[in-house]
């Protein structure tokens, strides 16, 4: 049985240059979700969230195996991080971050696999909603290092890059987690920074 990597499917997307900002356009996907708010490295609302993204991300792959025949890897955590601006962000206020926490889903997925996939995950996910991002026109860079050391890249992007090349905010700031920061050092972690835009 193949086994389809929704990552390796769209580099564009998954692998941008660390070196300089690149525009992309990012089609529909569908996700799981949940929402919360506060500080992603004490809140105890974001730990649960990330466990019942997972619970439930692996049990609608299994059941995709045995009611479709379809396997995957499962894609990698990603984060929407909401506010009235970037500041709070920029300025590491963590107690006022609000956020989206997302995993990728197939297109195939029907809602039988989904229902057999929310019987059968080991814990409850009555959180998880479905969610589907049509973000478009989007600038993107790979941030290499731990999440803490963001900041100064994200300020570029928002005070620098955008309003010289014409563009605005059209959307909340998009993070995609590409190492599990339980395994890796916060030094060699990969998180694309992505936002969408619209031209002005």
Known sequence: MEKVDLR???????????????VVEVPRFEFLAVD??????????????????YALSYAAKFASKRMLERDYVVAPLEGLWLGDSPEPFVAGRRADWRWMMLIRQPDWLTEEVRGEARARAKRDVSAVREATLAEGLSVQILHVGGYDEEAPTIARLHDEFLPQNGYAE???????????PRRVAPE???TVLRQPVRPV
Do not use: C, M, Q
């Open 8 to 22: 390796r499917a769209s580099p564009e997307l998954y692998a941008p240059s660390a070196r300089r900002f690149g």
């Open 36 to 53: 919360g708010r506060g500080d992603p490295d004490t809140s105890p609302e974001y730990a649960d969230a990330v466990a019942e993204l």
């Open 170 to 180: 059209n959307g909340p700031h998009h993070e995609i987690y590409l190492g599990d």
């Open 188 to 190: 060699k972690l990969r």
